[in-house]
């Protein structure tokens, strides 16, 4: 079962429509003034961090809320300080993406790989953690590709990212619907057997 150890479906969904918003808005404005990318990816970082940080204080069928709390301190924090200083750079922002990406993007692998054998979904999870890595790694490796060139490469690989976690928060709501209809087809028999 994948909902003890990935959280509710409604907070992938949040997480993943935050992503795939944040995607395309950088790839339609590719133009965009620094300053807008800055409150864009800000927004994201803070809902990404708050909603992950109320799941692990909150969600009582969570198994792995250290995982879930480490994501959610990361993304408020790369959220606080891209709103504290709005002002920054382009490599300014670079380094708060990258760090934030090689951070929650190599947690999500190591995640996958410890609960591969109790997660149907780690498999998903682990490649949405390589695209994190992917666009860490790029940024890293070619902060000067320019500004148009960074942002299409963040707005495709956040938008890729929101789509896995959609799916995601997909498979959890189904496996939920399943598990409760089971329950109540079980507790259902368990009611003509005793009468």
Known sequence: MMRPHVGS????????VAAVFFGPAA???PGT?????????GAFALVDGITAL?????????IDRGWVAFWGVT????????????????LALLVVIA???????GSWIAFAIKEREQVLGAFSIALGGVLLVLLGVLLVVNPGAGAIGITWAIGWLV?????????????????????????????????HAVS
């Open 9 to 16: 479906w409604k907070r992938l969904a949040v997480h993943g």
């Open 27 to 29: 790839l339609v404005w």
């Open 33 to 41: 003034t620094l300053y807008a990318l800055v409150l864009l990816w």
């Open 54 to 62: 109320s799941a692990a204080i909150g969600d009582e069928l969570l």
């Open 75 to 90: 993304g408020v924090g790369a959220g606080i300080v891209t709103f504290l200083w709005p002002s920054m750079t382009a």
């Open 99 to 105: 760090s934030w990406s090689l951070l929650v993007g």
């Open 159 to 191: 938008f890729l990212f929101g789509t896995l976690e959609l799916w995601l928060a997909w498979s959890v709501r189904r496996e939920s619907h399943e598990v409760a209809a089971q329950t109540h087809i079980s507790a259902g028999q368990a009611g």
